[in-house]
């Protein structure tokens, strides 16, 4: 057991989080970390009144609030009988608390809980705050389980050592393949010199990433891909169609409009696994 590693989970009792929960007791699981659940209770802002109706056992608000945390520790359990597991129930808002609990952890992971009906609007508010503000890694669990699927991996033009260490670690974990992606961005406007210069440097660029993870990860399987697109997002997703995770880095420094990088927003909202949102600071 690493106890000084901690991968921190929220869980609300919806499906979605339940989902969360597993995916991050399979983590702690994998790396030995303990896993601590999380539940944020919201009633105190509504009500002081959290204590049991008068002859009625096992009633009450805050009695809730403790189910959901042992439902929370019960589906954890089933994917891992003996990772150690923590219990944090807190009161107040969810992003302000699982920010502060996850300050010093190794990964943070939640649910989404968006409106699921409506295009680009797939992941919840508090899911979007804390990949944009947490100081740790943080996981975001939806779409599709693929657990023999690849770890793919985004390198931008700079500030990707961080985020490929991160990924590579984690597929050397799952024992699954590193899939190192990076988009060349092509414009119709491009001169074709230009353009073919452009990819020289890009392939060069994308070498020494695969270079960098081959020395430090000699028994990973390690692919890499040159792709062409207008979008880097898109690009990126459409790589991603088979993994089990998908990892990219962000300098994001909150939620406000452009304060995000727009492709770990963008991947975060249309990839179909989970997302790993991994931040660095400003180039």
């Known amino acids: 057991m690493n106890e000084k590693e901690r991968v921190v989970v929220g869980y609300d009792g919806s499906d979605a989080a339940g989902k969360a929960v597993q995916w991050a007791a399979m983590q702690a699981h994998r790396s030995g970390c303990l896993l601590n659940v999380v539940h944020c209770s919201l009633w105190p802002v509504i009500t002081h009144n959290m204590g049991p109706v008068p002859g009625i056992a096992g009633s ?45 952890a190794s990964l943070l992971v939640v649910g989404t809980r968006g409106a699921q009906g409506f295009s680009g609007l797939l992941i919840g508010s508090v899911s979007l705050e804390l990949a944009s503000t947490a100081a740790c890694p943080v996981a975001v669990v939806g779409g599709s389980e693929r657990p023999h699927g690849p770890v793919v991996v985004g390198v931008a033009d700079e500030g990707w050592e961080a985020t490929l260490r991160y990924a590579a670690n984690f597929a050397s974990l799952v024992h699954a393949v590193l899939k190192i992606v990076h988009v060349h961005r092509h ?65 994001a420094q909150g939620t406000l409009s452009g304060s995000f990088g727009s492709t770990a927003h963008a991947v975060l909202h249309h990839a179909g696994c989970p997302v790993i949102v991994v931040r660095h600071p400003p180039a």
Do not use: M
């Open 187 to 251: 414009h119709a406007f491009h001169h074709d010199a230009f353009y073919e210069a452009g990819v020289a440097e890009k392939r060069a660029l994308l070498d020494s990433a695969s270079r960098s993870v081959r020395n430090t990860w000699p028994g990973l399987e390690v692919q890499d891909h040159l792709l062409q697109g207008t979008s880097v997002a898109g690009a990126l997703v459409g790589a991603a169609g088979d993994a089990q995770v998908v990892v990219v880095g962000s300098s």
């Open 60 to 104: 009450g608000l805050r009695h809730a609030a403790e189910s959901i945390v042992s439902d929370g520790v019960a589906l954890a359990r089933e994917v891992s009988a003996d990772t150690q597991i923590a219990t944090s129930l807190v009161y107040g808002w969810p992003a302000e608390n699982l920010r502060k609990l996850a300050a010093t």
